[in-house]
């Protein structure tokens, strides 16, 4: 990453890496749904003098809205309004290729409760035309509930042209299995051919 580089904190909960994306001298846009830790990020966006676009909206598949969980601190999750006891929120969504129209973004963090296919899926125009340099995918099993595993969300993202990845210290990065654990970084090819 290098200073005005486009950075995305999808999930960004209280903004631990929107503020690190920030004093690395990014541009950063900050997606954070639930309403206490959205304001929680602007706090401290506000307590150290640093400035993103921080939006109290979901990333999704399509535009609209979706129901999400409130009830759950900070692991809300969408979910099936017709079956779920839990107490209900309506967020607006937008997705990456809306969001980003023809620029370019040098990183995507993607947190968000199993529902990474429905992230990816709205990015596919700006992952084809190869505008996305790489994707911090903090994930874990909670796939599953969405009907997907996380061995289809691998495939996906390789269709495009990723490589699953272990960051090194270095900076560099090195390929890794199918047995990528809980978090993993996928990078276009191009990229992770000059680290």
């Given at each position: 990453?290098?200073?005005?580089?486009?950075?995305?904190?999808?999930?960004?909960?209280?903004?631990?890496?929107t503020?690190?994306?920030?004093?690395?001298?990014?541009?950063?846009?900050?997606?954070?749904?639930?309403?206490?830790?959205?304001?929680?990020?602007?706090?401290?966006?506000?307590?150290?003098?640093?400035?993103?676009?921080?939006?109290?909206?979901?990333?999704?598949?399509?535009?609209?809205?979706?129901?999400?969980s409130?009830?759950?601190?900070?692991?809300?999750?969408?979910?099936?309004?017709?079956?779920?006891?839990?107490?209900?929120?309506?967020?607006?969504?937008?997705?990456?290729?809306?969001?980003?129209?023809?620029?370019?973004?040098?990183?995507?963090?993607?947190?968000?409760?199993?529902?990474?296919?429905?992230?990816?899926?709205?990015?596919?125009?700006?992952?084809?035309?190869?505008?996305?340099g790489?994707f911090?995918?903090?994930?874990?099993?909670?796939?599953?509930?969405?009907?997907?595993?996380?061995?289809?969300?691998?495939?996906?993202?390789?269709?495009?042209?990723?490589?699953?990845?272990?960051?090194?210290d270095?900076?560099?990065?090195?390929?890794?299995?199918?047995?990528?654990?809980?978090?993993?970084?996928?990078?276009?090819?191009?990229?992770?051919?000059?680290?």
């Amino acid at each position: 990453m290098r200073p005005g580089d486009l950075m995305i904190d999808v999930g960004a909960n209280e903004g631990l890496y929107t503020l690190l994306f920030v004093e690395m001298g990014a541009t950063v846009i900050s997606f954070e749904p639930d309403q206490t830790a959205s304001q929680r990020l602007r706090f401290n966006l506000a307590l150290n003098g640093y400035e993103a676009d921080a939006r109290e909206q979901a990333v999704y598949s399509s535009s609209g809205t979706v129901s999400l969980s409130s009830d759950r601190d900070t692991s809300i999750a969408i979910v099936d309004v017709s079956s779920d006891t839990h107490k209900m929120v309506t967020v607006s969504t937008t997705t990456i290729d809306d969001l980003v129209g023809d620029r370019h973004v040098r990183g995507i963090k993607v947190d968000v409760e199993g529902a990474e296919l429905d992230v990816l899926c709205g990015d596919q125009r700006t992952m084809r035309d190869g505008r996305i340099g790489f994707f911090q995918l903090e994930w874990n099993d909670k796939a599953e509930d969405f009907g997907t595993s996380r061995s289809e969300i691998v495939e996906f993202i390789r269709s495009f042209g990723y490589s699953l990845c272990w960051p090194l210290d270095s900076g560099a990065f090195a390929l890794c299995d199918d047995d990528i654990g809980s978090d993993v970084v996928a990078v276009r090819q191009a990229v992770s051919d000059e680290s």
